[in-house]
T-cell receptor
Framework: DVKVTQSSRYLVKRTGEKVFLECVQD?????MFWYRQDPGLGLRLIYF???????EKGDIPEGYSVSREKKERFSLILESASTNQTSMYLC??????????????FGDGTRLSIL | GQQVMQIPQYQHVQEGEDFTTYCNSS?????IQWYKQRPGGHPVFLIQ?????EVKKQKRLTFQFGEAKKNSSLHITATQTTDVGTYFC??????????????FGKGTRLHILP
């Protein structure tokens, strides 16, 4: 079974802090994704990566950056956390070059609160 | 931009009743995926439909892809408490002529009344 592991289930940070969310997958998947999930808004794509050191903006990249130095690890960075970034963050991975044809495997999520 | 719309947003049904959620795209889709997210859990892939008019079944769940490949439905027969959760559809979004990501609908939250 594919395992996507997110470093924290719950995280509380303060406004202005730099926040790192880590995600590791163990299936050698090419593609990795970061989403945020808010009530009534569904899953919104922040950033994704289809190869090491490659990244593409999703629908809501403002205030975020990402890093993919190794194939198995995809990090989401909140450069200066703000209260409107309080949310559930989900990492996902998928196999292959044409990611939209492949199922995505999700981690358990990190519920981030910014005070 | 491209959108994937799901209706209804919420559905309450009595246990044993049927349930259907609908997904509509503003553009033709090469495929559509369905996911289920249990309360407190993460989305889990259920199925992918690729062919026009395709129908697939998983026990009490029936998935259908429209003839024009712009809509899809998920029907659950005789709902059980284990069906509680949010059901998402997802379709491809094109980035510079490549299929690089998928767009999720906002989901239908199913609540079962005992």
């Amino acid at each position: 079974d594919v395992k996507v592991t997110q470093s924290s289930r719950y995280l509380v940070k303060r406004t202005g802090e730099k926040v790192f969310l880590e995600c590791v997958q163990d299936m050698d998947h090419e593609n990795m994704f970061w989403y945020r999930q808010d009530p009534g808004l569904g899953l919104r794509l922040i950033y994704f990566s289809y190869d090491v050191k490659m990244k593409e903006k999703g629908d809501i990249p403002e205030g975020y950056s990402v890093s993919r130095e190794k194939k198995e690890r995809f990090s989401l960075i909140l450069e200066s956390a703000s209260t409107n970034q309080t949310s559930m963050y989900l990492c996902a991975s998928s196999f292959g070059r044409q990611s939209s044809n492949q199922p995505q495997h999700f981690g358990d999520g990190t519920r981030l609160s910014i005070l | 931009g491209q959108q994937v719309m799901q209706i209804p947003q919420y559905q309450h049904v009595q246990e044993g009743e049927d349930f259907t959620t609908y997904c509509n795209s503003s553009t033709t889709l090469s495929n559509i995926q369905w996911y289920k997210q249990r309360p407190g859990g993460h989305p889990v892939f259920l199925i992918q439909l690729v062919k026009s008019g395709e129908v697939k079944k998983q026990k009490r769940l029936t998935f259908q892809f429209g003839e024009a490949k712009k809509n899809s439905s998920l029907h659950i027969t005789a709902t059980q408490t284990t069906d509680v959760g949010t059901y998402f559809c997802a379709g491809p979004s094109f980035l510079m002529n490549r299929d690089d990501k998928i767009i999720f609908g906002k989901g239908t939250r199913l609540h079962i009344l005992p």
